[in-house]
């Protein structure tokens, strides 16, 4: 079964700071992963995602991961966070043929001091 | 163009009363997710559709709970009686094809069992 660990529950980091969120997986193969962001009172949003290919993917907002299969982790970075990057975000696994079918991970909130 | 519509937003409810939480999907997308969250257990898939066919229930926590799809642009999930261990967010995703990993969420329906 596949499975996220997000080791970080709670995060605070200085607006223009630089940003690092923690993913690990578990899962027998290589998965796909993504990102989502959730603001709020909202629903989650697609940060970005990883199928295959570069390790390093760019998403919105600014956003990006890098895949690293020896590690089986895949954590979300942010060159300079702003103030309205303050939000809940969620690393997630599925398997490739799986139909969409995500396993979450319990999320981290970040918190952004002005 | 709209986005995941899921209704009602609030719900405070009795213990042993029944609950309909309702969806309308994405227009054009073929899957559909029902997911729970809660501070304990964090984001948990119940079920989902895949052409309006149940694929996978097995996150449904017990029998008191049912969703349906009876087409293409309305679900629902019932919880028949409910309990106060039901309290939570309640979302629904949609989803176009099976191997995008890209889920639109609703905004959430809260549940509150007293």
């Known amino acids: 079964a596949q499975s996220v660990t997000q080791p970080d529950i709670h995060i605070t980091v200085s607006e223009g700071a630089s940003l690092e969120l923690r993913c690990n997986y578990s899962y027998g193969a290589t998965p796909y992963l993504f990102w989502y962001v959730q603001s709020p009172g909202q629903g989650l949003q697609l940060l970005l995602k990883?199928?295959?290919?570069?390790?390093l993917v760019q998403g919105i907002k600014g956003f990006e991961a890098e895949f690293k299969r020896s590690q089986s982790s895949f954590n979300l970075r942010k060159p300079s966070v702003h103030w309205s990057d303050a939000a809940e975000y969620f690393c997630a696994v599925g398997a490739p043929g799986g139909g969409n079918k995500l396993t979450f991970g319990t999320g981290t909130q970040l918190k952004v001091e002005l | 163009d709209a986005g995941v519509i899921q209704s009602p937003r609030h719900e405070v409810t009795e213990m042993g009363q029944e609950v309909t939480l309702r969806c309308k999907p994405i227009?054009?997308?073929?899957?559909l997710f029902w997911y729970r969250q809660t501070m304990m257990r964090g984001l948990e898939l119940l079920i989902y559709?895949?052409?309006?066919?149940?694929?996978?229930d097995s996150g449904m926590p017990e029998d008191r709970f049912s969703a349906k799809m009876p087409n293409a642009s309305f679900s629902t999930l019932k919880i028949q009686p409910s309990e106060p261990r039901d309290s939570a967010v309640y979302f629904c995703?949609?989803?176009?094809?099976?191997?995008?990993?890209?889920?639109?969420f609703g905004e959430g329906s809260r549940l509150t069992v007293l």
């Open positions: 227009s054009g997308h073929n899957s």
């Open positions: 995703a949609s989803s176009f094809g099976t191997t995008t990993g890209e889920l639109f």
């Open positions: 559709f895949n052409n309006n066919v149940p694929i996978d």
């Open positions: 990883y199928f295959s290919g570069d390790t």
